[in-house]
């Protein structure tokens, strides 16, 4: 279906100022350790292969730190009062790898880095605020990175015994589990690009290892929880799906092919293992034919084995989803073999609707209709059971308080969400926006600001003050349906 036939579809069966929330729809907001957390070197906290690349020059726009960031390592209790006005059901946060075991192994917990979080969950739960919390979102320790990261091949039963630690401390106050935090970014971004860390930029390859070794990873600690812990816990836990809406340009059978392409690449080789079994079929055979005319013995994209299949597969108790765009998507003729690279290997153009406003962020545009036609899309490919949205937001620039382009973006996509759950029964059950508080926007440093609450990074108190989309975004869950 086109970009402008959906719009109109939508557009039809809305009547949004008459539709509620159901009660049990849980709100919330949405951040991540390294972005807010500060306290880089505090407390036995062991350095992360974030803390190494911020501090190499060249890396960030405005050579920033995530050093103190947003300091809620000293400051959560002010962010946590902040989330009990806002009237939020449930926030999601992450658990920084190095700061409770510094360098990444059991041989050596940091106990402070344990109470930091038993702290912010206490009183999070004091407030009536659920926890969702996300085990990994990139700060892999240091010494981890130096064994080869999410290269190495041993990295699934590294992370499995960080997993394992985890759900020992805090799984009694959990229910709610992502394992990692948009393995697409982590891959295509930090081992296959360097705009991440750790900055490898290995595109014919590095991209397909690294998805590898973060889907067994995953299934790892899918696999201990579901052992170990879910029969006293009770919890449910999953990965995290990093996906825009995916238009064919024109209705012709080779867009749609391209499209779905697109999508494959893009976000089934990391979740198709998940919720189907293996990689998708379109991936596996575009690079073993584009790996063998390159010359190579194998395919670039490592084989799972059917052991290894049958242990991924149906590691999901639900589906958490990141998207905050759409793109469209055209066929494009074969690039000639030469090197190898994804892009390549996927063989299709994307563009953007000029008619979509756009955001500080160069990716990041808006096109609200977008998002009921993407949750339609992945009921109908995973059938997940249940979704939480577990991040969608906007881009300015500093400074901005009265961010009318944010609340413009948020009240399109919440209608858009709106509908999906009313008329097309689609079960989402939760939404924590992106993100709470301006933050370190990793390579771009603080030169874009994604919080509905600005902080003033000059301070040395990080001052938090409401911008109009926070005033709104509380009205918003005060009345349970779309305001003013």
């Known amino acids: 279906m086109s ?17 509620y929330f159901p009660d049990e729809f849980k709100f919330g907001a949405a951040t991540a350790s390294y972005q807010i957390e500060g306290g880089w070197d505090e407390d036995g906290k062991g350095l992360s292969m974030w803390d190494n690349f911020a501090h190499e020059p060249g890396h960030i726009a405005d050579n920033s730190t995530g050093d103190i960031a947003c300091d809620s390592y000293h400051k959560y209790r002010e962010d946590v009062a902040i989330l009990k006005d806002l009237g939020v059901d449930i926030y999601r946060f992450s658990i920084a790898w190095p700061r409770i075991m ?14 930091y979080y038993l702290n912010l969950i206490a009183e999070l739960l004091l407030h009536d605020i659920e926890p969702i919390v996300t085990i990994y979102h990139w700060d892999l320790p240091q010494h981890l990175e130096d064994l080869g990261g999410w290269l190495n091949p041993q990295i699934a039963d590294y992370f499995g015994d960080y997993a394992r630690v985890v759900f020992e401390h805090f799984g009694p106050y959990v229910k709610y ?19 991440l860390a750790p900055g490898k930029s290995l595109v014919g390859d590095g991209i397909y290892q690294c998805a590898y070794n973060t889907i067994k990873a995953h299934a790892k600690a899918y696999r201990i929880y579901e052992k170990e812990f879910k029969p006293e816990q009770g919890g449910k836990v999953t990965s995290n799906i990093h996906s825009p809406t995916f238009y064919s340009k024109t209705d012709s059978t080779e867009d749609i092919e391209a499209r779905e392409r697109a999508f494959e690449f893009t976000v089934g080789l990391y979740a198709h293992a998940i919720y189907r079994g293996n990689w998708p079929q379109i991936v596996i055979d ?32 639900y589906l958490t989803l990141n998207s905050y765009f759409s793109t469209i998507v055209e066929h494009t003729e074969e690039a000639p073999i030469g090197t190898p690279s994804i892009s390549s290997d996927q063989s299709t153009l994307s563009s953007f609707d000029p008619s979509w406003p756009t955001s ?13 036609y993407l949750l339609n ?16 937001g906007w881009s300015t620039v500093p400074g901005i308080l009265n961010d009318e382009g944010r609340l413009s973006y948020l009240k399109g996509y ?11 029964g689609i079960n989402v059950t939760g939404y924590t926006l992106w993100s709470l508080l301006d933050n370190f926007e990793w390579s771009q440093g603080y030169t874009q600001r994604f919080g509905i609450v600005d902080v003033d990074f000059e301070s040395p108190n990080r001052t938090r003050t409401y911008k109009s989309s926070a005033e709104w975004y509380k009205r918003l869950i005060a009345a349970r349906q779309i305001v003013d």
């Open 177 to 195: 589990w992502i394992t990692l935090n948009e393995p697409l970014a982590i891959c295509s971004m930090g081992y296959g690009g360097d705009s």
């Open 3 to 19: 970009a402008i036939v959906f719009l109109i579809v939508s557009l039809a069966t809305s009547a949004v100022a008459e539709k």
């Open 414 to 424: 919440l209608s858009n969400i709106l509908d999906a759950v009313v008329e097309d």
């Open 102 to 115: 510094p360098n990444g192994t059991p041989n050596e917990i940091n106990q402070a880095g344990i109470d």
């Open 286 to 317: 575009r690079v073993a034919n584009r790996s063998k005319l390159e010359g190579y013995s194998f395919s670039r994209l490592p084989q799972f084995t059917q052991e290894e299949i049958d242990y991924i597969n149906g590691t999901f108790d």
């Open 360 to 372: 500080a962020s160069s990716w990041l545009v808006s096109d609200p209709p977008g998002i009921r």
């Open 377 to 392: 899309y992945l009921q109908d490919k995973y059938n997940p059971g249940e979704i939480i949205i577990t991040e969608n």
